[in-house]
């Protein structure tokens, strides 16, 4: 306590204390305040297993119909009478679309008049799977799910045991790794230097759109995420079919991204999360420029005057 | 050495420095300038830094050309960067990336050229807002403020072509844009980009072009600006702030030798550790991450540096509403006024301010004492504005970071910018005057009161007061210095016989009379003021008592 009694009226104390408040408020509304849930869906590897289009009509009647309709043609918002109950027409979209937008967490959404971010998936990958065959069926083919391009790693939480487990996952990092190692990062670099950086940005760190959307980051998406928002095209990005980039070239493109993305920062330990300029000039404001600013107070401080 | 009584040097020593003294008689002026006194305060510090990095600038500088090939010939690149290999790309960015990689300790003095020139200009602005907001570019100084402006400007360009060197993504950006302001020039535009790029934009003459400007031209200029900036400094002596002893015709402070050249030496060090700290450990351009740029090339999120950011955002927030054709001749309004009428603002503003405010006050005396900002409220204030303006428009640069860091619509924030750039700097104009008149205020209550103690006294008959206590010499000095302001009166605009002074007629006289008034109307007055005249305590409550 003497030490700080003999410090109190120091000419830093104030500023002392007002950052010791700050950090006690933060660390302590850090402790306090409801944490995400961070439950993940019991998911169940579908790939080329066997659909059940009755499950999969069951879920689109319970969670899907209130705003896309029973017909999939879809709904305005005087047919529901609810600003927060539309949707648009789900024919001829494919098994594709339902897989992103279910898979990606995007889909059921709670409000569907702003743009739905990335969010942890509600149903189980059978279950989409059902949907998707469901919607496929009921509503009019479109593109497929991309079953051949790696997804999402498989979780412990899916399998009995370990060793189940750890097959499956040798098995997703093998396949990962042929299908990103197998494309040609020159052609990937052009293709999405010239179509796709200008809304997700260089890095793939995302980026603002007009009317209050945005592209999404990219660093979360999985190979098949990007395929099919290519195959799909969602909100405000343009389809990217067959006939526009061939699916080779799409694998480039795929490979491309996250190469660059598991690219270690050559520059040092921190890379400011690639965001660029921005970053290094507030660095360079609120470290650099001010460290040595307050190195010249300090070599020319002297004794304050006694008031 | 003039002092008899100094310790003799040892002998070698003595005999080199008679051998040169003897040929070029330096020891009189040497000893005249290693005793020149530098003021002390950190403020003062603040061009040092600009200095400081400028040196490592040209260090680091000299390194890179060793290895930097400036050529858009193209390449394929088969370095040692697995990523890019068997990749399309110029020699310009090949030989970056060369450096990067391949070259010992090249990535480090890449980046702490790239970091040095962030600081660099940073430390400009820190230092030419001392210089602004402390009157210290008042007669005789005008001169060196307006070196200073040049050196501001031309760090600036020399820092977008040095961004544009290396031929990767973001450089080509920039270049395109650079090619788009000169584009909207009327008439001669097209015919300037043709003459800077030797044909069609990219073509194959623009780098090693703005090479020759960055490594040659600009630095040269540069470093000449910087030397006269110096030698006239050094000739007029610094400025200082009100104190005991510090006057008009006299600097306190540490001499050159030893006191300040130890201090300014290891603030040397201390700078370049700073910068070399950042460069070891935050990334910054990295340029084999960007890619290599084609003409196709684009990509959302990337800005210019951030000196170049108020250009940046005056070209995002300027509508196209007033773009008109002559004869069928587009004038692109939308881009000539934000990126070159902005610019011109800002550097004419600052270099025509100090005329600007000696015709307004009338002021012709030379000033060494600097003014404290408060002292000069419509000054500081005008500053505050100008920091305003400039501070918006550089968010402005980056508002689609902005927008998707904070999750705010990109539309809105181009309105909250258009709408803060015009209400800001007024904003800031009244805020910043009224704190300056309430520090004047302050000052002037504790001129005459002294200071409180914090001691709580009972009075004989009851009552309580707070001793308060005289301030020190020092502190009163430096209160009282708000009195020697030379503008506080505004002359006589008409004489004993009625008749209207010269300098008060016509419509300029009358405008520089309201301006006049204007600057400085709502200052405190502190002509009467007798230090510590009005203390309360206990020795003058039986002289008071009688008027409570």
């Not at chain 1, 469901?134 to 045991?161: K, T």
């Not at chain 2, 020593?13 to 000893?31: P, S, W």
Request: charged share 15%.
């Amino acid at each position: 306590m003497k030490w700080i009694t003999a410090r109190r009226r120091h000419p830093l104390a104030g500023y002392v204390v007002v950052i010791v408040a700050l950090a006690f408020l933060g660390v302590g509304y850090a402790f306090i305040s409801p944490t995400s849930n961070h439950a993940v869906a019991d998911t169940v590897a579908a790939e080329q297993g066997e659909v059940d289009i009755a499950n999969g009509k069951q879920i689109y009647t319970q969670s899907c119909m209130s705003c896309h309709g029973e017909d999939g043609k879809g709904r305005t918002k005087e047919e529901t009478g609810s600003a927060v109950a539309w949707g648009p027409s789900l024919e001829g979209v494919g098994a594709a679309a339902v897989d992103f937008y279910v898979r990606t967490g995007r889909m059921p959404s709670a409000d569907p008049n702003v743009q739905m971010p990335r969010r942890p998936q509600v149903y189980s990958d059978q279950e989409i799977a059902d949907l998707a065959a469901y919607v496929e069926s009921a509503f009019g083919g479109g593109p497929g799910i991309p079953y051949d391009v790696p997804g999402d790693a498989p979780q412990r939480g899916e399998f009995g045991s370990d060793a189940e487990y750890e097959a499956a996952l040798a098995e997703y990092e093998k396949n990962y790794a042929a299908y990103v190692g197998g494309g040609d990062v020159e052609t990937g670099m052009r293709l999405y230097l010239t179509n796709c950086a200008h809304c997700h940005s260089w890095s793939g760190a995302g980026g603002a759109l007009t009317d209050g959307r945005w592209a999404p980051e990219l660093d979360e998406a999985s190979p098949r995420d990007i395929y099919e928002a290519m195959i799909v095209g969602p909100g405000a990005m343009p389809v990217f079919n067959d006939d526009t980039i061939s699916p080779e070239d799409k694998q480039a493109l795929i490979s491309f991204v996250k190469n660059l993305q598991d690219e270690p920062n050559a520059g040092g330990p921190f890379s400011l999360d690639r965001v660029g300029q921005v970053a290094e000039g507030f660095i360079g404001w609120t470290i650099g420029i001010s460290l040595i600013v307050a190195c010249a107070i300090w070599i020319t401080a002297k004794q304050r005057a006694h008031d | 050495m003039s002092d008899n009584q100094a310790p003799q040097a040892p002998k070698a020593l003595r005999g080199i420095g008679n051998y040169i003294d003897d040929r070029f008689h330096l020891a009189k002026t040497a000893e005249k300038n290693l005793r020149k006194v530098f003021p002390n305060h950190w403020s003062f510090m603040l061009g040092e830094i600009a200095l400081y990095s400028f040196i490592i600038l040209l260090l680091t500088g000299v390194f890179l050309t060793l290895w930097f090939n400036p050529s858009m010939s193209h390449t394929v690149y088969e370095g040692s960067y697995e990523r890019l290999r068997g990749v399309e790309m110029s020699e310009a960015y090949a030989s970056t990336l060369h450096i990067t990689f391949d070259v010992r300790g090249g990535l480090l003095v890449r980046q702490i050229h790239h970091w040095a020139a962030l600081i660099f200009v940073a430390s400009l602005v820190v230092h030419m807002l001392r210089v602004f907001f402390t009157g210290a570019f008042r007669k005789p100084r005008e001169i060196n403020w307006l070196i200073g402006v040049a050196i501001f400007s031309i760090a600036i360009v020399e820092g977008l072509f040095g961004y544009s060197l290396p031929d990767d993504l973001p450089s080509g950006m920039g270049v395109r844009i650079f090619q788009g302001v000169l584009l909207a020039i009327p008439v001669i535009g097209t015919y300037l980009s043709f003459f800077m790029f030797g044909g069609e934009f990219p073509g194959e003459a623009i780098i090693p072009r703005l090479y020759m400007l960055h490594i040659l031209l600009l630095p040269g200029i540069l470093l000449a600006l910087i030397a006269a900036h110096f030698i006239i400094l050094w000739y007029q002596k610094h400025t200082q702030y009100p104190g005991p002893r510090r006057t008009e015709k006299q600097v306190i402070g540490t001499p050159m030798f030893p006191g300040f050249a130890l201090k300014a030496g290891g603030f040397f060090f201390f700078t370049f550790a700073a910068i070399t700290g950042l460069s070891a450990f935050v990334q910054i351009n990295p340029i084999h991450l960007f890619g290599p740029f084609t003409p196709t090339s684009i990509t959302s999120g990337l800005q210019p540096d951030w000196y170049m950011g108020f250009l940046e955002g005056s070209l995002r927030l300027f509508p196209d509403w007033f773009d008109f054709d002559i004869g069928g001749y587009a004038v692109v309004t939308g881009v000539l006024v934000p990126g070159l009428g902005f610019m011109g603002l800002l550097f004419g503003g600052l270099a025509i301010y100090p005329f600007l405010e000696a015709w307004i006050t009338g002021d012709k005396r030379a000033h060494n004492i600097a003014d404290r900002p408060r002292n000069v409220p419509v000054r500081t204030g005008l500053g505050a504005a100008g920091i305003t303006f400039y501070g918006v428009l550089w968010l402005a640069g980056s508002n689609d970071i902005l927008s998707h860091t904070f999750q705010i619509s990109l539309f809105a924030t181009t309105w909250i910018f258009r709408i803060a750039l015009i209400v800001g700097p007024i904003l800031a104009f009244i805020i910043t005057k009224r704190i300056c008149l309430g520090l004047q205020r302050r000052d002037r209550a504790t001129l005459e009161h002294g200071y409180e103690s914090g001691t709580i006294t009972q009075l004989p008959g009851g009552e309580f007061i707070e001793v308060h206590k005289e301030s020190s010499p020092e502190t009163v000095e430096v209160l009282q210095s708000a009195k020697y302001q030379g503008f506080r009166t505004v002359p006589p605009t008409v004489d004993a016989n009625g008749v209207e002074s010269p300098a008060a007629r016509g419509f300029l006289g009358k405008l520089r009379i309201r301006l006049a008034h204007w600057y400085t109307k709502d200052n405190v007055s502190f002509e009467d003021v007798v230090p510590h005249s009005a203390l309360h305590g206990e020795q003058r409550t039986e002289e008071k008592a009688g008027q409570h």
